[in-house]
């Protein structure tokens, strides 16, 4: 009877031992997770300024996109980006090409034309009448004729832009945003005395090769032209404030909208 009792109380003692050894492991488990999740949340936090440190970083004109969106995103923006550098220097050739012909060597626009098609003619010409003497098929010529979707696309692209165009010429007249307004009249005036020393056809040039090296240029080079700007955009808006407070802040613009109310 004593050992019954005796064995009874060691099992129930063995049975708390475990469970209470159960439990530590249940609670130290849990600090274990607790710690984890810590520890990841701690990491997550560490890295979540950085996230936002990137997405922070100053951008010249406030842009968000890459360079390749921002010119459209398309087969042009391949060309200025020298994505494929054939065709780039391929189109930027008969650009300069064109120039060449029309400045230096001061062909006229017909008379090119004319030359061409001459030149094409006989070409083809001769070869038709000089396949039926060396007996082989004359030459098929493929008809060619300008689809009706790309001329109505381009034209609706054409009218897109100069609507757009009077759109923000209206908003700016209007008188609403004075920095804008400055800013297109500077910009005006640079374009006068650019044309005051070149014709239409040499600035035209000129921007063409502009947009063939200086977004190629910036795409690479981004980093160090955005930190360049971000000094030069705040060096522009300390002599801005200095101007409004001493030129633009005495303008009595109130009361001549009064005046003429």
């Not at 099992?11 to 710690?35: A, G, P």
């Amino acid at each position: 009877m004593a050992d019954n009792v005796a064995g009874e109380a060691h099992h129930e003692q063995e049975h708390e031992e475990s469970f209470v050894e159960s439990v530590k492991e249940k609670i130290t488990e849990t600090f274990h997770k607790e710690d984890s999740s810590s520890d990841s949340d701690g990491e997550g936090k560490k890295e979540s300024p950085v996230t936002e440190l990137k997405n922070k970083v100053y951008r010249i004109f406030g842009r968000e996109r890459p360079v390749h969106k921002v010119l459209g995103g398309g087969k042009a923006a391949d060309i200025f980006l020298w994505k494929d550098k054939k065709v780039s220097a391929g189109v930027l050739g008969f650009a300069t090409l064109i120039w060449v012909l029309f400045e230096l060597v001061e062909y006229h626009l017909l008379t090119l034309v004319c030359h061409t098609l001459i030149l094409a003619l006989a070409v083809l010409f001769l070869w038709s009448n000089a396949a039926s003497f060396i007996n082989k098929s004359a030459p098929r010529f493929p008809e060619v004729a300008l689809p009706e979707d790309i001329v109505l696309g381009v034209a609706s692209a054409l009218r897109t832009e100069i609507n757009t165009g009077l759109a923000t010429l209206r908003n700016i007249a209007s008188g609403k945003d004075l920095k804008k307004f400055l800013a297109v009249i500077a910009g005006l005036w640079v374009l006068s005395i650019l044309g005051s020393y070149w014709n239409f056809l040499t600035l035209l040039y000129t921007s063409f090769v502009v947009l063939h090296t200086v977004p190629y240029l910036y795409d690479r080079y981004e980093d160090k032209v955005d930190a360049f700007a971000e000094k030069a955009e705040a060096e522009i808006k300390k002599q801005y404030a200095v101007f409004n407070v001493k030129v633009l802040s005495k303008i009595p613009v109130g009361a001549l909208k009064q005046k003429f109310a």
